[in-house]
């Protein structure tokens, strides 16, 4: 007989796995939408050449990709930015701006697997779009840090670096770099804090060596922690461009120290996200043990709805996995051992305690109680009954014994405390209300 197994890099989840996804969407869910971001979604399957015209042909290598019964060439959504940007421009003009999503959704990467990443994961996304201004940035960062704020997790636990593509660009540019330059620069630096120097290889292999003072430099400002250096490193180059630059910076920093955020972030340089579409501010969000790889990232994106055939429309957006999160919450402790516990258990005594207990059951279910009961109650003696309600989780038994259903009374046993009160059969539901309040 065939073993059949779950294929390498996708995950199975089991009852107990599920409520922790679901506790982790939960909070996810809940802290869109204090921001007042809206919930959308979309097919797991897209066109292929919508991953293209994003990335370039250098996507395919990570794809589930394959050509359909119709002929077609597609793929499983490695992410959600390129769908986002298809919805949005498609309704640009019918929609109020700014636009304020977020989605919660599966994707399939065929990449390595390593600890924190597989080929099927979640994330949550969300994005705003049609806001050119800082605003939509400090909102981001904001939501990105409360979101990981509402899990219990602290500035101890995890800090947020925050850098700048276009600043990048417009130092690069007054050190007298081409555009050309200034990008194969930017590569290296993506690259510069696992490879060191060996990050400037295809730099060199390209345009030659760097100079000494130039390199220098850059690899002074990649290392910027602070906006008083990131100014001091700026001083002496002057322009239009990188002084309005500055004024953002102080403005975006100024708003987040004043909701209170300011402890979460850290100035950095270093940080550039290798996608090529980042037009702007970028940001991740690390561990403060650095033991695991970014727990969430983002940053502007401007030209990506125009480029996928949208109209030009400002964006800004992140994304949280959720198996590098959950790794956080699990090593933090701050995984709830989540158990799917019943309301109440009836225990039921014979065939009359059956016609007592059902009507009860029913209305019960139908205002949100979860009921249990043992489904063979008649071979089941009430001892081991009680038993199978203790191993429940119930707080409460309801109890159809003969003497009960004699007396036109059901008893309720508070499996906690062993307390036991008597209420007429036609006051259950009300009675159960009344004692879940109590215990709120």
């Known amino acids: 007989m065939a073993t059949f197994q779950t294929l390498p890099g996708f995950r199975e989840f089991y009852p107990e796995d599920l409520a922790r996804r679901n506790h982790i969407f939960r909070l996810w869910r809940r802290s869109a939408h204090a921001f007042g971001f809206a919930q959308y979604d979309a097919p797991v399957l897209e066109p292929l050449d919508l991953y293209k015209a994003k990335s370039g042909d250098e996507i395919e290598g990570q794809l589930f ?10 793929a499983l959504r490695p992410e959600m930015t390129p769908t986002v940007c298809r919805l949005v421009g498609a309704k640009a003009n019918a929609l109020k701006r700014p636009v304020k999503w977020y989605s919660i959704g599966e994707f399939y990467r065929y990449e390595r697997m390593q600890r924190g990443r597989g080929r099927c994961f979640f994330q949550f996304n969300a994005d705003i779009f049609g806001e050119a ?16 704020a509402a899990f219990g997790l602290t500035e101890q636990d995890f800090f947020v670096r925050l850098s700048d593509r276009n600043l990048w660009f417009y130092f690069l540019e007054a050190l007298g770099l081409d555009e050309a330059r200034s990008r194969a620069v930017l590569g290296a630096v993506d690259k510069y804090e696992k490879a060191g120097d060996e990050a400037f290889k295809e730099y060199t292999a390209q345009f030659g060596p760097l100079d000494p003072t130039l390199k220098a430099r850059i690899l002074g400002f990649l290392q910027i922690k602070s906006l008083v250096a990131l100014e001091q490193a700026l001083a002496g180059l002057g322009g239009d461009k990188i002084a309005a630059r500055l004024s953002d910076w102080r403005r975006v920093l100024a708003a987040l120290e004043a909701m209170g955020l300011g402890k979460f972030i850290q100035v950095d340089l270093g940080v550039v996200r290798g996608l090529a579409y980042y037009t702007g501010f970028v940001f991740e969000a ?3 043990k650095g033991e695991l790889r970014a727990i969430a990232g983002g940053g502007r994106y401007n030209d990506l709805v125009k480029k996928l055939g949208g109209p030009d429309l400002p964006a800004v957006g992140f994304a949280i996995g959720d198996m590098t999160f959950a790794l956080l919450l699990e090593q933090r402790g701050l995984m709830p051992q989540l158990v799917s516990a019943a309301d ?19 209305a019960l279910r139908a ?29 409460l ?5 003969g003497d009960e259903i004699a007396k036109g009374v059901v008893k309720i046993r508070d499996l906690t405390t ?3 009160t008597e209420v007429p059969k036609g006051d259950v539901v009300t009675a159960v209300r009344e004692i879940g309040r109590a215990h709120v």
């Open 367 to 395: 205002v949100g109680f979860r009921i249990e009961y043992v489904l063979r109650f008649a071979e089941v003696n009430f001892g081991k009954q009680f038993k199978a309600a203790t191993e429940s989780g119930a707080r």
């Open 65 to 74: 990709s394959f050509t359909d019964k119709g002929g077609r060439d597609v």
């Open 286 to 288: 690390f561990d403060r």
């Open 133 to 148: 201004g800082v605003e939509a940035e400090i909102e981001l960062v904001a939501l990105l840090v409360q979101t990981l």
């Open 344 to 362: 109440v258990f009836c225990v039921i005594d014979g065939e009359s305690g059956r016609m007592a207990a059902f009507p009860d059951i029913q």
């Open 418 to 420: 062993r307390t036991e």
């Open 397 to 401: 038994a309801l109890i159809y014994g």
